[in-house]
């Protein structure tokens, strides 16, 4: 029988060690290296996005010192204060990966290193404007509803070509790439559709983006279907539990 393209993961350690960090972060990558490998890419092309929201920063040490030194963060909130906490860290960078409301745009200037979710000229003006009061630059990929779901955020496929070309007037965001989450289903066919549309965007940008913006990245795919995506072209997977374990309930001890 065909194991659904949105099983659960293989089963990942409660990491509580350094040593059971390197373990899962090992297990992970073997398996962005044999998905490379079979679809013939280089697996370095490939980086994988620890997705460390709700995991507290004592923990977060232990993930860092096993290598996980660039992290996914879904809420700003918790961004901002994880990056004060652990701001002793050398080198730690830190990439939202969830919706941004505009009136909180002034955490992810001060404290992201990327923002994957860019999907509307408000977000980009509160951005330009924080940024600039920080004096700093943000790497931004835009993202795309590629499912065309209701429930989800990210522009419409159609109307990505007519955003990319305002985004050269906000001179702090640099547009690396484009980011989807795909159809939560197991039809193999219909999630591999959404990272098949995703490149296909991409291609075409490469040919018709404004000049001097060189979008080029694909973040795509998560637990239960990077390596589908990494067939398709993803060059950032995003990775929670696979890394950190399976997130306590509220009501566990």
Request: hydrophobic letters at 45%; glycine letters at 6%; a negative charge.
């Given at each position: 029988?065909?194991?659904?393209?949105?099983?659960?993961?293989?089963?990942?350690?409660?990491a509580n060690s350094v040593e059971d960090f390197e373990h899962n972060l090992a297990s992970?990558?073997?398996?962005?290296?044999?998905?490379?490998?079979?679809?013939?890419?280089?697996?370095?092309?490939?980086?994988?996005?620890?997705?460390?929201?709700?995991?507290?920063?004592?923990?977060?040490?232990?993930?860092?010192?096993?290598?996980?030194?660039?992290?996914?963060?879904?809420?700003?909130?918790?961004?901002?204060?994880?990056?004060?906490i652990l701001a002793d860290i050398p080198g730690l960078k830190f990439s939202v990966i969830?919706?941004?409301?505009?009136?909180?745009?002034?955490?992810?200037?001060?404290?992201?290193?990327?923002?994957?979710?860019?999907?509307?000229?408000?977000?980009a003006e509160a951005l330009q404007r924080r940024l600039e009061d920080e004096d700093r630059?943000?790497?931004?990929?835009?993202?795309?509803?590629?499912?065309?779901?209701?429930?989800?955020?990210?522009?419409?496929?159609?109307?990505?070509?007519?955003?990319?070309?305002?985004?050269?007037?906000?001179?702090?965001?640099?547009?690396?790439?484009?980011?989807?989450?795909?159809?939560?289903?197991?039809?193999?066919?219909?999630?591999?559709?959404?990272?098949?549309?995703?490149?296909?965007?991409?291609?075409?940008?490469?040919?018709?983006?404004?000049?001097?913006?060189?979008?080029?990245?694909?973040?795509?795919?998560?637990?239960?279907?990077?390596?589908?995506?990494?067939?398709?072209?993803?060059?950032?997977?995003?990775?929670?539990?696979?890394?950190?374990?399976?997130?306590?309930?509220?009501?566990?001890?």
């Open positions: 029988m065909t194991q659904p393209v949105h099983a659960p993961e293989p089963a990942a350690v409660l992970i990558r073997k398996r962005i290296d044999v998905a490379a490998r079979k679809a013939g890419r280089d697996p370095a092309s490939i980086r994988l996005l620890p997705v460390s929201k709700t995991v507290p920063e004592d923990r977060l040490r232990l993930a860092i010192a096993a290598g996980a030194t660039f992290l996914g963060e879904n809420k700003v909130q918790e961004v901002a204060r994880k990056a004060e969830g919706h941004l409301q505009t009136n909180k745009a002034k955490y992810v200037a001060k404290f992201a290193d990327e923002f994957q979710a860019l999907d509307n000229l408000r977000q630059q943000l790497d931004v990929f835009v993202q795309v509803n590629t499912s065309n779901e209701e429930s989800k955020f990210g522009l419409a496929p159609a109307d990505v070509q007519e955003f990319v070309n305002q985004l050269p007037q906000f001179d702090r965001l640099h547009v690396k790439g484009l980011m989807t989450l795909a159809l939560f289903s197991e039809d193999k066919d219909a999630v591999r559709a959404c990272f098949v549309r995703l490149r296909e965007i991409r291609d075409m940008l490469r040919e018709t983006a404004p000049e001097g913006m060189e979008i080029e990245e694909l973040s795509m795919g998560m637990s239960g279907d990077f390596e589908l995506a990494i067939e398709e072209g993803a060059t950032v997977v995003r990775v929670g539990q696979g890394i950190f374990g399976a997130r306590a309930l509220p009501a566990s001890s």
